[in-house]
C-alpha cells in the first residue's frame, strides 16, 4: 500500500507542479531532492543515536551536494540522484540502522522517487 500512496502523492506534487509552472523553474526539482534526502536526517532525531544521525546527515549531504551540482552544472545530474535516491531507499536499511525510519517510508519514498524522475524528465 506504500507504494500506491507514494505514486498517488508524486503524481499529485507533478500535477500541481505541472499546473502552477512551478516545474519551470530549475530550482524545483532539486529542491525536492534535498527536501526528501532530509527526511532521513528527521528520522534519526527521533529515533536513533547520535552516530546514526551523524551518517544520515553525511548521505543527505551527498545528495544535497548532487542537487547543487546538478542545478549548477549539468541537470540530468538531478535526475539521476533523484533516481539514485529511490534505489537508497530500498537498500537503506542494509547499510543504515535507523530506527526512527517508519516500516512503510522506503516504500513510500521509492515509489514518489520514481514518479519524481519520471516528472522532471517530462518537465
Known amino acids: 500500500?506504500?507504494?500506491?500512496?507514494?505514486?498517488?502523492?508524486?503524481?499529485?506534487?507533478?500535477?500541481?507542479?505541472?499546473?502552477?509552472?512551478?516545474?519551470?523553474?530549475?530550482?524545483f526539482y532539486p529542491t525536492l531532492?534535498?527536501?526528501?534526502?532530509s527526511y532521513y536526517v528527521l528520522f534519526a532525531v527521533m529515533g536513533a543515536s547520535e552516530r546514526t544521525l551523524g551518517t544520515e546527515i553525511a548521505v543527505t549531504s551527498g545528495f544535497s551536494f548532487l542537487a547543487i551540482l546538478g542545478f549548477k552544472r549539468n541537470?540530468?545530474?538531478v535526475a539521476a540522484a533523484l533516481a539514485g535516491h529511490g534505489a537508497f531507499d530500498f537498500v537503506h536499511h542494509l547499510?543504515?540502522?535507523n530506527p526512527g525510519v517508519?516500516?512503510?517510508?522506503p516504500g513510500f519514498c521509492l515509489a514518489f522517487d520514481g514518479i519524481?524522475?519520471?516528472?522532471w524528465l517530462c518537465a
Open 116 to 119: 519524481e524522475v519520471r516528472g
Open 33 to 37: 531532492l534535498i527536501v526528501i534526502a
Open 102 to 105: 517508519p516500516r512503510w517510508w
Open 1 to 27: 500500500m506504500e507504494y500506491v500512496i507514494g505514486a498517488i502523492l508524486g503524481l499529485a506534487v507533478v500535477a500541481l507542479a505541472t499546473v502552477t509552472g512551478l516545474d519551470r523553474g530549475r530550482v
Open 75 to 77: 541537470f540530468w545530474l
Open 95 to 97: 547499510f543504515i540502522e
